[in-house]
């Protein structure tokens, strides 16, 4: 049975730092592309942060603009997501993706998400 599961979030005050983690069951974890995706409500679910290959190249939304950090753990089956100086806009469910396995992407899976609010 595939699980992502998401820890991490909680609420923080604007310019504080969170890391999300992200713990992998199921599948081959080293064998995926992993990513981070937040949504609001009323909004699309967004791309944050991704590991293009599971090789370890990886790609950014604009607006993490050097904040956020990706990073894993294929030891441990584990997809991290290190936030600094965050924002009220940071506010969001952030969401764990699994997309593979290399080369191909037919699989997909996703975790339940955690929360993130950022607020004074």
């Known amino acids: 049975q595939v699980q992502l599961v998401e820890s991490g979030g909680g609420l923080v005050q604007p310019g504080e730092s969170l890391r999300l983690s992200c713990v992998a069951s199921?599948?081959?974890?080293?064998?995926?592309?992993m990513s981070w995706y937040r949504q609001t409500a009323g909004k699309e679910r967004e791309l944050v942060a991704a590991?293009?290959?599971?090789?370890?190249?990886?790609k950014y939304a604009d607006y993490t603009e050097g904040r956020f950090a990706i990073s894993r753990d294929n030891a441990v089956n584990t997809l991290f997501l290190q936030m600094n100086s965050l924002k009220p806009e940071d506010t969001a469910v952030y969401f764990c993706?699994?997309?593979?396995?290399?080369?191909?992407?037919?699989?997909?899976?996703w975790g339940q998400g955690t929360q993130v609010t950022v607020s004074s």
């Open positions: 993706h699994a997309n593979g396995p290399w080369p191909d992407n037919n699989s997909n899976f």
């Open positions: 590991f293009t290959s599971p090789g370890g190249r990886t």
């Open positions: 199921g599948f081959t974890f080293s064998d995926y592309r």
